[in-house]
């Protein structure tokens, strides 16, 4: 089965994983389930990697605690571009493309549909130079499915900061940037998955977790026919 496109050296065939991402705006509910679908894949007996962006590997972790903390205007918008996509080579680099190879499953809390929304539609950077980067750095792989978690921005960014405030974790650089900014990033989102409907499932972040675990599971069985 062909899961991705990977690197310079063209098409890849991956027996036995699949490439799953899951976007939201912050506070959409992404990571939680995220995290229950590598649970579920592995009690199926799957290998897995579980990992997110920015970040994933060593050296991209280091470029995360850069971007996503302190205050939003403390770097220009290009570097903070070229530093997520930084972050992606090496993550593509040394753990995605690795896995996939090896017939692994990877489920990424974001991947690059997060810089299209955030950077193209949230800081208004070109689109085509946005496609083009991202095409440069990584060669054109994309998951094979998205799943985008939808959910009023006001009621995004009041989840996240309960969270962040019980977890005492201080990575709310994008949080601050205020309601517009979540606004313009949450419609990017849906403009992405009306581009691409074969990869994108677009979830209402507003129902349980229960039933919003069931529809990804649902989703990937029927994507990926190897999972039973
Ligand atoms: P999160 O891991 O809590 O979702 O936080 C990561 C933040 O980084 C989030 O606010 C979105 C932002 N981000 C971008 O702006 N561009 C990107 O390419 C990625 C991967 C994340």
Same mark, same amino acid.
């Given at each position: 089965?062909?899961?991705?496109? @990977?690197?310079?050296? =063209?098409?890849?065939? #991956?027996?036995?994983?699949?490439?799953? $991402?899951?976007?939201?705006?912050? &506070?959409? *509910?992404?990571?939680?389930?995220?995290?229950?679908?590598?649970?579920?894949?592995?009690?199926?007996?799957?290998?897995?990697?579980?990992?997110?962006?920015?970040?994933?590997?060593?050296?991209?972790?280091?470029?995360?605690?850069?971007?996503?903390?302190?205050?939003?205007?403390?770097?220009?918008?290009?570097?903070?571009?070229?530093?997520?996509?930084?972050?992606?080579?090496?993550?593509?680099?040394?753990?995605?493309?690795? @896995?996939?190879?090896? =017939?692994?499953?990877? #489920?990424?809390?974001?991947?690059?549909? $997060?810089?299209?929304?955030?950077? &193209?539609? *949230?800081?208004?950077?070109?689109?085509?130079?946005?496609?083009?980067?991202?095409?440069?750095?990584?060669?054109?792989?994309?998951?094979?499915?998205?799943?985008?978690?939808?959910?009023?921005?006001?009621?995004?960014?009041?989840?996240?900061?309960?969270?962040?405030?019980?977890?005492?974790?201080?990575?709310?650089?994008?949080?601050?940037?205020?309601?517009?900014?979540?606004?313009?990033?949450?419609?990017?989102?849906?403009?992405?998955?009306?581009?691409?409907?074969?990869?994108?499932?677009?979830?209402?972040?507003?129902?349980?977790?229960?039933?919003?675990?069931?529809?990804?599971?649902?989703?990937?069985?029927?994507?990926?026919?190897?999972?039973?």
């Amino acid at each position: 089965m062909m899961l991705a496109e @990977a690197g310079q050296g =063209g098409i890849m065939t #991956v027996p036995k994983g699949g490439f799953v $991402s899951f976007e939201g705006g912050d &506070g959409s *509910g992404k990571s939680t389930q995220a995290l229950l679908l590598v649970q579920r894949l592995k009690q199926s007996g799957h290998r897995v990697v579980h990992t997110r962006e920015p970040g994933g590997c060593w050296f991209s972790e280091q470029l995360r605690q850069l971007l996503v903390s302190g205050a939003p205007e403390k770097i220009n918008d290009k570097t903070e571009l070229l530093l997520m996509t930084a972050a992606r080579i090496e993550h593509v680099r040394q753990l995605i493309e690795p @896995a996939l190879r090896q =017939g692994q499953w990877v #489920v990424s809390d974001r991947f690059l549909d $997060s810089t299209l929304a955030y950077q &193209g539609f *949230g800081r208004g950077m070109d689109r085509c130079f946005l496609d083009l980067l991202q095409q440069w750095a990584i060669g054109g792989l994309v998951p094979r499915l998205t799943f985008l978690l939808l959910l009023e921005p006001e009621e995004g960014l009041r989840r996240s900061i309960e969270k962040r405030s019980s977890e005492q974790v201080r990575e709310t650089r994008f949080e601050q940037e205020g309601i517009a900014f979540q606004r313009r990033v949450n419609a990017g989102f849906v403009t992405l998955a009306k581009e691409s409907p074969s990869r994108f499932r677009v979830i209402d972040a507003t129902d349980s977790r229960e039933h919003i675990a069931r529809k990804v599971w649902v989703a990937v069985q029927e994507v990926f026919s190897h999972v039973e």
